[in-house]
Nanobody
Framework: QVQLVEPGGGLVQPGGSLRLSCAAS????????MGWYRQAPGKQRELVAV???????NYADSVKGRFTISRDNAKNTVYLEMNSLKPEDTAVYYC?????????WGQGTQVTVSS
């Protein structure tokens, strides 16, 4: 049974930091590209950051220099370190695993940036 579990969301003040994690099980984690997406109210889901099976990374322009994606294949976990958070970063954040046409999604975790 495939699971992507994402604890770690919450409320943070503007300028603050938060670290999301996504623990995977039920598939061979190291073979899958891992990504973080987000969806704000009334908006479409968008890519935040992606990390293929190697060490390369790709980020949305809106988060470059502020967010860092990383993965630990030994722990079957992908992380998203978020710094200098802005109110416009408020959204439900989802992790995604993808290999060719197969993809799995986490249930999402709410991140709210507000004073």
């Amino acid at each position: 049974q495939v699971q992507l579990v994402e604890p770690g969301g919450g409320l943070v003040q503007p300028g603050g930091s938060l670290r999301l994690s996504c623990a995977a099980s039920g598939f061979i984690f190291r073979l899958y590209a891992m990504g973080w997406y987000r969806q704000a109210p009334g908006k479409q889901r968008e890519l935040v950051a992606v990390m293929p099976t190697g060490s390369s990374t790709n980020y949305a322009d809106s988060v470059k220099g502020r967010f860092t994606i990383s993965r630990d294949n030994a722990k079957n976990t992908v992380y998203l370190e978020m710094n200098s958070l802005k109110p416009e970063d408020t959204a439900v954040y989802y992790c995604k695993a993808q290999r060719f046409s197969t993809e799995y999604w986490g249930q999402g975790t709410q991140v709210t940036v507000s004073s």
